[in-house]
């Protein structure tokens, strides 16, 4: 599960707002863990460094600068799409306009 | 792996964080700080979703320190004036400041400079719930039923103000401490009215004011230089009040009156700490306002029910607290008295000494007793006329039921 959308940093939330938050992540979190089905994942900083076209134009860009930005992933362990939308249903931040990518990870044959 | 936060650990530590912050590296940076902060919060939401630290208060605060000595230092190298900041030795002296009763020592400067003579009195109460409660300009608006550019103008007026005067980061000393101390128990009172008596839709926002009121109060019992009997009595009386709280509030979110209220419910640990602050806010010859008003409240407290309060004592109060302080609001509640007590009379003379428009919001109180008043003396017509108009101006949907439900029985009761 990828998390798109705008960053906390630029939506002013109080920190009673961000607490509130965070312990949705949390329960998130441990409900995937306990189900013994969360195989990892990681929150990315809001800074970008973007490299673009054969010249290798370097741009350094923050999150306020894009309309979005990938925030994080999750790696769940799944049947199928339909099992991990499921589990989507909790993520926190649908209320911010965010959205969440379900993508699978290509499995090669040997 | 346990998740639990403490309740309002974020925002309480913000307050904390920026107070401690101000402290070190002075006044004139609040606005470095203030980012660092919110920073801080944003980095620890995020990564605390992996693992939580085992102590995140201590995570906080490291992370919040850190957070301001990177950003001093990137500014270090492109400006120059800012080479007062070291990160050598003085890092020593810095973790000193973090002990707890500094912190709280901290709270109290943040406090008392945010209640400085020469804020405006209207901006005194956003700054200090921006900065020492970690309110954002949003929870601002909505708690104190304001347009957030209006907050916005506020905080900035504020900052103006504390820029162009050199306001001191500190608790100031002989003659001037009187006079501030009573801004700050005036903006904490006031923290706390707009919780407790709030036209607010929201509980959640109210119980939060109410509870940052007294936790801002408790810091003023601690030091001898800041208590005083008045602060003693204000603590009762928000002790009085908060004990009624959850009670206001019925199961279908209506408003409760005090005599629908169920009195098995008031939190009987809030009331004894109540008296017993009390008894140390009466060792004196002169009663404030507070003393008053907290008296009053322990009064309604008293009474086992409704029908039990001693509506003459109170009266005697109020007329006490108007003597000190005259104001529309005592007038308005001396006149619901009367016509608890069925003195009509009374009740018309004080309405009479009473400008609607002294109540602004509030105004629709005003009605509502006058329409109470005309019902008693059975003048039905006007009094409809009133309660009309007070519903009209409401601004509480939880009021605005309760006096639809109040007009409802009139008609009902003269149809039958």
Redesign the interface.
Known sequence: MIFVGKEYTDLGLSPEEMQGRMEKWFAWGSKMENAGILRGGEALTPQIRRVVGKNRTVTDLTSAEVKEIVGGFYLVEAEDFDTVQEIAQDFPDYDLGNTVEIREIMVFDR | ?E???VD????H??GKMVSVLIRIFGLQHLDIIEDA???T??K???????Q?PEYPEAWLTKAAKNRVLDIFRTLKTQKKHYSTITTGTDAIAINELFLDTEIEDAQLRMIFTACHLQLDPRDRISFALKTVS??????IASALLAKEDTVKKRLMRARKAIKKSDIQFNIPKGKALPERLESVMEVLYLIFNEGFHSNNKEQLIRE?LCGEAMRLCQLLLKRKDTRSPETYALFALMCFHSARLETKVGVNNEILGLKQQDRSLWHFPLIELGNNTMHKAVETESFSCYHYEAAIAAEHLRAKTFEDTNWNKILKWYEALDQLQPMSSHQLTMAVICLQKEDYDGAKDHLKKINPEDFEQRKYLYYATKADYYFNIKMLEKALTNIDIAIENVTNNLERDYLLKKKTKWLNNTSN
């Open positions: 792996m998740h639990k936060l309002h650990l974020f925002r530590h913000s902060v919110q920073d919060f944003i620890a939401s995020l990564s605390w979703r992996k939580q970690g309110f954002s300009t949003k929870e939060d």
